[in-house]
């Protein structure tokens, strides 16, 4: 019959003592006899007791033998140890693996702790920020990045979720997009990434958006005044070509005005600067340009909260709120009202132009603020839309901490609400 480690320990327990009893009784010595086995016995444990101290201790992976059952333990732990060993050897090499897969992300990466002392980089932030690799654990981050906009920002930065973009502190001409998130026990992750090629991409293709619509605007000006000297002649001139000429010479310059805006919009190095805007005076200027553009085909109601100023860029402002008041007109047929609303809120300031024209399909409304996107395409070639007036919204009211809301229903009309934090009150 087969037993256990310690099965078999404790039969042989059982008859070691019935044999020491019998001898014990035998010789008629009922304590000495038994005191002796029990000594003995204890004699044993204490002496394997030893050699499992000594063992765990030593570098020696071979286990101490011995018989019964604690020649088991002696295994079991072997055993365990060599598991233990393999799990060991096993997480050292997804840790190795794991740091080499950082190693090669071009981004760079910090892992800080509260104090924003420097507990972990990998290589590509030796190379964007300079680092020691000996001496910057531990290294406030703010002293390889000593920009004070940057010390702003990361006291915050866990509230806002904001990213920053500054120049990288070893190079000026590289320029740094720094994000922020926080991870287990306290420790928080930078990742810096080297944006610069993207923003030279960028501003290739903002000057030459910008040079193109510039070469286009005096062409297109001639040939507009030439067409519209036509349209009023009598002779030999087909009328219906010559409209259709001025319509499209028109659609196409308002296109190239509409890229010019964006991109003087784009232009931070050519911005004005934040001032006080008299938004009641602003809104009053754009309800009579409403009315000269309307003639007379719609009722206007403009509910403006006097006194009720903000602070941003003047020409911006002005520019998204005559696009969405030109879009209200546009979609709207003859006789429709157009709402337009200014004021604060309990958690906002807020300008919203309403109307009960045709409406945006459901599954539009996502993409209207995409560049050339068009609700569309036949009906925004009748009314002379681009495709690029809400993108110019989207794009101010992001660069003023603000938010757009659509609410459409195809037949019943729309409503754009921009939602501009209580900050920007005058």
Same mark, same amino acid.
């Given at each position: 019959?087969?037993?256990?480690?310690?099965?078999?320990?404790?039969?042989?327990?059982?008859?070691?003592?019935?044999?020491?009893?019998?001898?014990?009784?035998?010789?008629?010595?009922?304590?000495?006899?038994?005191?002796?086995?029990?000594?003995?016995?204890?004699?044993?444990?204490?002496?394997?007791?030893?050699?499992?101290?000594?063992?765990?201790?030593?570098?020696?992976?071979?286990?101490?033998?011995?018989?019964?059952?604690?020649?088991?333990?002696?295994?079991?732990?072997?055993?365990?140890?060599?598991?233990?060993?393999?799990?060991?050897?096993?997480?050292?090499?997804?840790?190795?693996?794991?740091?080499?897969?950082?190693?090669?992300?071009?981004?760079?990466?910090?892992?800080?702790?509260?104090?924003?002392?420097?507990?972990?980089?990998?290589?590509?932030?030796?190379?964007?920020?300079?680092?020691?690799?000996?001496?910057?654990?531990?290294?406030?981050?703010?002293?390889?990045?000593?920009?004070?906009?940057?010390?702003?920002?990361?006291?915050?930065?866990?509230?806002?979720?904001?990213?920053?973009?500054?120049?990288?502190?070893?190079?000026?001409?590289?320029?740094?997009?720094?994000?922020?998130?926080?991870?287990?026990?306290?420790?928080?992750?930078?990742?810096?990434?080297?944006?610069?090629?993207?923003?030279?991409?960028?501003?290739?293709?903002?000057?030459?958006?910008?040079?193109?619509?510039?070469?286009?605007?005096?062409?297109?000006?001639?040939?507009?005044?030439?067409?519209?000297?036509?349209?009023?002649?009598?002779?030999?001139?087909?009328?219906?070509?010559?409209?259709?000429?001025?319509?499209?010479?028109?659609?196409?310059?308002?296109?190239?005005?509409?890229?010019?805006?964006?991109?003087?919009?784009?232009?931070?190095?050519?911005?004005?600067?934040?001032?006080?805007?008299?938004?009641?005076?602003?809104?009053?200027?754009?309800?009579?340009?409403?009315?000269?553009?309307?003639? &007379?085909?719609?009722?206007?109601?403009?509910? +403006?909260?006097?006194? !009720? =100023?903000? @602070? #941003?860029?003047?020409?911006?402002?002005? %520019?998204?709120?005559?696009?969405?008041?030109?879009?209200?007109?546009?979609?709207?047929?003859?006789?429709?009202?157009?709402?337009?609303?200014?004021?604060?809120?309990?958690?906002?300031?807020?300008?919203?132009?309403?109307?009960?024209?045709?409406?945006?399909?459901?599954?539009?409304?996502?993409?209207?603020?995409?560049?050339?996107?068009?609700?569309?395409?036949?009906?925004?070639?009748?009314?002379? &839309?681009?495709?690029?007036?809400?993108?110019? +919204?989207?794009?101010? !009211? =992001?660069? @003023? #901490?603000?938010?757009?809301?659509?609410? %459409?229903?195809?037949?019943?009309?729309?409503?754009?609400?921009?939602?501009?934090?209580?900050?920007?009150?005058?």
């Amino acid at each position: 019959m087969n037993f256990s480690g310690w099965t078999n320990h404790l039969v042989r327990l059982v008859a070691g003592t019935a044999l020491t009893v019998l001898i014990a009784w035998w010789f008629g010595q009922l304590i000495l006899v038994p005191a002796m086995v029990l000594l003995f016995y204890l004699a044993w444990h204490l002496y394997n007791l030893m050699r499992l101290y000594q063992w765990s201790g030593s570098p020696d992976n071979t286990p101490p033998e011995s018989p019964g059952v604690w020649g088991e333990i002696f295994k079991r732990l072997s055993a365990l140890e060599n598991q233990a060993k393999d799990k060991n050897r096993q997480n050292h090499e997804i840790i190795d693996d794991f740091e080499a897969l950082v190693d090669v992300i071009p981004d760079a990466i910090l892992v800080i702790d509260n104090q924003g002392s420097i507990l972990r980089f990998n290589r590509s932030a030796v190379r964007i920020l300079g680092l020691n690799t000996l001496a910057a654990h531990g290294q406030p981050i703010t002293e390889k990045i000593s920009d004070p906009v940057f010390a702003n920002w990361l006291s915050t930065a866990d509230n806002q979720q904001t990213k920053l973009n500054i120049s990288s502190p070893s190079d000026e001409n590289i320029n740094l997009q720094i994000g922020i998130w926080p991870i287990r026990n306290n420790q928080r992750l930078l990742i810096l990434r080297d944006t610069t090629e993207l923003i030279n991409l960028n501003r290739m293709r903002h000057d030459l958006v910008a040079n193109v619509s510039h070469e286009l605007r005096t062409p297109l000006t001639v040939l507009l005044g030439y067409l519209e000297v036509l349209k009023t002649r009598q002779g030999k001139a087909n009328p219906k070509v010559i409209k259709r000429m001025f319509n499209q010479a028109r659609q196409m310059h308002a296109l190239v005005e509409d890229l010019l805006e964006l991109s003087r919009i784009q232009d931070a190095s050519k911005q004005s600067g934040v001032v006080e805007i008299d938004v009641s005076a602003m809104l009053s200027s754009l309800a009579e340009q409403a009315e000269d553009l309307s003639q &007379g085909n719609h009722q206007f109601s403009f509910d +403006v909260e006097p006194g !009720l =100023n903000l @602070h #941003g860029e003047q020409a911006d402002l002005e %520019s998204a709120f005559q696009n969405i008041i030109v879009n209200a007109i546009n979609y709207t047929p003859e006789q429709g009202t157009i709402n337009v609303v200014w004021k604060e809120t309990s958690d906002c300031l807020l300008f919203s132009v309403k109307d009960n024209g045709v409406g945006i399909p459901e599954q539009d409304i996502p993409r209207i603020v995409e560049r050339f996107y068009r609700v569309g395409d036949d009906r925004n070639r009748e009314t002379g &839309g681009t495709g690029l007036g809400l993108a110019i +919204v989207k794009h101010v !009211l =992001n660069s @003023h #901490g603000a938010t757009l809301e659509v609410h %459409s229903e195809p037949g019943k009309g729309s409503e754009f609400r921009c939602k501009f934090p209580l900050e920007r009150r005058a």
